[in-house]
């Protein structure tokens, strides 16, 4: 006969979403009014870029690297719409070029 496993510890607080998990949330309900595949890898390829260039990808890297010697200090989520509006533009990258395919032409 199997033993139930013991209950989870409980919280009275609410953990503080990280902003890696904001944007994720706010890039699944855009990307459902997407029109193709097209436009949803463009929308990746801009939150991609900002990502990169932003201390959490860097110190993200540093803890894998250091094999958790150095943890990582996330950022807080987005303090306003326009912050996370940010992670929707175009940055210095660019536009993702998608080639057009060809039954389309």
Do not use: N, Y
Request: hydrophobic share 40%; glycine share 6%.
């Amino acid at each position: 006969q199997l033993t139930p496993p013991p209950p989870l510890p409980t919280t009275t607080t609410t953990p503080t979403p990280h902003r890696s998990l904001t944007v994720t949330l706010e890039a699944l309900r855009r990307g459902s009014a997407c029109a193709d595949l097209g436009q949803c890898l463009e929308m990746e390829f801009r939150i991609a870029s900002r990502f990169m260039r932003h201390p959490d990808f860097v110190s993200g890297v540093g803890a894998v690297m250091s094999k958790g010697a150095t943890p990582a200090a996330w950022a807080p989520p987005p303090a306003s719409a326009d912050e996370l509006e940010e992670f929707f533009l175009a940055g210095e990258a660019g536009e993702l070029d998608l080639p057009t395919p060809p039954h389309v032409l």
